[in-house]
């Protein structure tokens, strides 16, 4: 692609210590071996992983996905001989993930440099995660991703990790300068939708129970939709759909939702930190640092009172700088991909720049990462424009 109030949360407060101090600037990530390095991962990128028919980029070459009928019979079969309900292993399975974050990635390189092709990638991107909103005729369902065979067949089971980025992607579009008032208006009405869905159906008495239900009404076995009484680092999911649904729509029976449950959103994400290292070992991998925070940043900035507002940035700096530190975290230990994810999630908090360590990191994985490896082509691209745009704006 070329160019052209005071925290009521001890934990988070003790944290906030350990959050990364300013640098000097050297400009290296504006070198352009790193920006030509992008373009041609972009471009080979679109070429094997992206279909025009969808709109979206996939993990797997797009001339190697499952049928639509084996898809309708929710093959490959598991290695146990269990329906493959969420597409695992075929290169569907994370296309709203993934196209997510890289939509949020197009905007950032396109609020810095303008570029027309930026632009246009964005629109199709977004087309991408509305079709996956869309195609299966299930109102308020987000699926993993869409066949490019046919360009409408799904997997009928999709995780709140799909919802986040999924949401968190056509909410950044939504306010960039790219997005027309038809695109608007449509991704107002899946917001609603999806609103909507969570609030008829995140039930106690579901099973498992505070889960929506997935397509077709196929078992959520992994437990991946519940939405309420969850870990820290879940703890704004729900909370970010009702917001990015007040954002779009200006309903404030949307905003009254959310409300009703701020105080789990702030408490429950303030309980990241302090938490024992099995948690962070094995319940939050990189990819859920991510996640975390694109879910917070959006509250945090649809969030209409002001204490409030502070009280977020703070949860995220604390959380931020907190993750700088645990060993858990160190992306010099981490491949591409999971050092890009963390480090991408980081940026979003305000208070939070990126050290002049963790800067080289990403500047080697950018040159590191290869045109086979679509998990990390994806990560660094959204890391770098995130990284290069924090740079312009002096943070």
């Not at 992983?49 to 490959?76: G, H, Q, R, W």
């Not at 056509?170 to 917001?191: M, P, V």
């Not at 309980?271 to 996640?291: C, D, N, R, T, W």
């Amino acid at each position: 692609m070329k160019t052209s109030s005071a925290l009521p949360f001890a934990a988070v407060a003790a944290a906030l210590s350990l959050a990364p101090s300013a640098f000097a600037e050297t400009g290296g990530l504006a070198d352009p071996k790193f920006e030509q390095k992008l373009d041609a991962l972009w471009d080979d990128a679109a070429k094997t992983f992206y279909s025009p028919k969808t709109n979206l980029f996939y993990t797997a070459p797009v001339d190697k996905m499952p049928s639509p009928e084996e898809i309708a019979e929710y093959k490959p079969l598991k290695k146990n001989g269990d329906p493959n309900y969420m597409g695992g292993g075929t290169g569907i399975e994370d296309c709203s993930m993934l196209c997510g974050i890289m939509l949020v990635g197009l905007c950032d390189k396109y609020e810095l440099t303008g570029d027309a092709e930026t632009a246009e990638w964005a629109r199709r991107i977004a087309r991408g995660l509305m079709l996956a909103d869309t195609v299966h005729g299930d109102p308020g369902f987000v699926a993993r991703g869409v066949s490019p065979a046919d360009g409408k067949s799904v997997y009928p089971e999709t995780s709140r990790d799909q919802y986040t980025h999924n949401i968190h992607g056509l909410w950044t579009y939504f306010h960039s300068k790219i997005a027309s008032d038809a695109e608007k208006a449509e991704i107002a009405k899946i917001f609603r939708e999806v609103a909507e869905k969570m609030k008829r159906e995140i039930r106690p008495d579901t099973d498992p129970p505070y889960t929506y239900r997935l397509h077709k009404g196929v078992p959520d076995k992994r437990g991946v939709a519940k939405m309420h009484d969850v870990h820290p680092h879940e703890a704004a999911r729900l909370g970010m759909i009702y917001a990015a649904a007040y954002d779009a729509t200006k309903d404030k029976k949307y905003l009254n939702w959310y409300n009703s449950i701020y105080k789990d959103i702030a408490e429950g994400s303030a309980k990241f930190i302090g938490m024992g290292e099995p948690y962070y070992k094995h319940l939050v991998p990189a990819y859920s640092v991510a996640q975390m925070n694109a879910s917070l940043q959006l509250v945090r900035d649809v969030e209409p009172n002001a204490a409030r507002k502070i009280q977020l940035s703070q949860i995220m700096d604390a959380i931020s700088g907190f993750i700088d530190k645990y060993p858990v975290y160190r992306v010099s230990d981490k491949g591409v991909r999971d050092a890009s994810e963390i480090m991408w999630g980081q940026m979003l908090a305000k208070g939070y720049k990126l050290s002049a360590a963790r800067r080289e990191i990403l500047e080697r994985n950018v040159m590191k990462v290869g045109p086979r490896d679509p998990y990390g082509i994806y990560m660094a691209f959204s890391a770098y424009w995130r990284a290069r745009l924090d740079e312009a704006r002096g943070k």
